[in-house]
């Protein structure tokens, strides 16, 4: 038993360091998800999980446009991690929807209003310590 939870606590110990050295913030939240084995979710396992959890609450029209945004993400980035996803990332992304996705103002806002949501629902959960649109991101207008 005793080398049990010495093992355990090394595993914690090392995730720790990891969240540190990574810049994440560590919560309760993160810590209990870490104990019963569900730490490791990515951002768009994050999203994913969103989706699901509400795939009855919300009309067919709002699922259209987070799916339509998530594969836009990915399509921007195969990868993300939490900790990239700052007003930089914003940008870049935004840059990427005018450019690559060839769209306007009104069609880039239905995006960032979406990541929006979901990062917001990633600092109520810990995963990220601010939601990035808070900064200075300057959101794309609508009907200008």
């Not at 996803?85 to 929807?97: E, G, N, S």
Request: charged content about 35%.
């Amino acid at each position: 038993m005793k080398n049990i939870l010495q093992k355990r606590k090394l595993e914690f110990d090392d995730w720790v360091m990891k969240m540190v050295n990574e810049k994440r913030p560590i919560s309760v939240k993160l810590i209990k998800d870490f104990f019963s084995g569900n730490i490791e979710c990515n951002f768009f396992e994050f999203y994913e999980n969103v989706l699901a959890e509400n795939l009855k609450r919300w009309v067919k029209s709002t699922l259209k446009g987070y799916r339509t945004n998530i594969n836009a993400l990915r399509e921007f980035k195969a990868e993300i991690a939490f900790n990239e996803i700052d007003l930089a990332f914003l940008y870049r992304f935004d840059k990427f929807l005018r450019a690559e996705r060839n769209l306007a103002e009104g069609g880039r806002f239905g995006h960032h209003k979406n990541l929006k949501v979901i990062l917001k629902r990633a600092v109520r959960e810990g995963r990220i310590s601010e939601n990035p649109y808070s900064e200075d991101f300057e959101m794309p207008k609508v009907g200008s």
